[in-house]
Nanobody, 122 residues
């Protein structure tokens, strides 16, 4: 079992930056692939970024490529999402997810956090 708790959301102006953090419990965290998703009002949850168990592979949605960076610190059981050049379309609840699979291919995302709100104001 893995429990995930997100933090770092808030209100930011267009062009600003935020860093989201996800704290994970469980001794097997370092073997899990991790991901970030988001859900805007009235829209379905969408994939944002993912990172493999060791951090060697990452994947991003086209909409955030070049602006967002996912990283992890297995020694601290933490995953991060650095978000730069934020746009109003980035406004959403951001969720951290974990997958028992080590890679970031064909993930099913077995565990989810409660989410943290990010609001980008113009």
């Amino acid at each position: 079992q893995v429990q995930l708790v997100e933090s770092g959301g808030g209100l930011v102006q267009v062009g600003g930056s935020l860093r989201l953090s996800c704290a994970a419990s469980g001794r097997t965290f370092s073997t899990y692939a991790m991901g970030w998703f988001r859900q805007a009002p009235g829209k379905e949850r969408e994939f944002v970024a993912a990172i493999s168990w060791g951090g060697g592979s990452t994947s991003y949605a086209d909409s955030v490529k070049g602006r967002f960076t996912i990283s992890r610190d297995n020694a601290k059981n933490m995953v991060y999402l650095q978000m730069n050049s934020l746009k109003p379309d980035d406004t959403a609840v951001y969720y951290c997810a974990a997958d028992r699979k080590r890679s970031i291919v064909d993930n099913t995302w077995d565990y989810w956090g409660q989410g943290t709100q990010v609001t980008v104001s113009s």
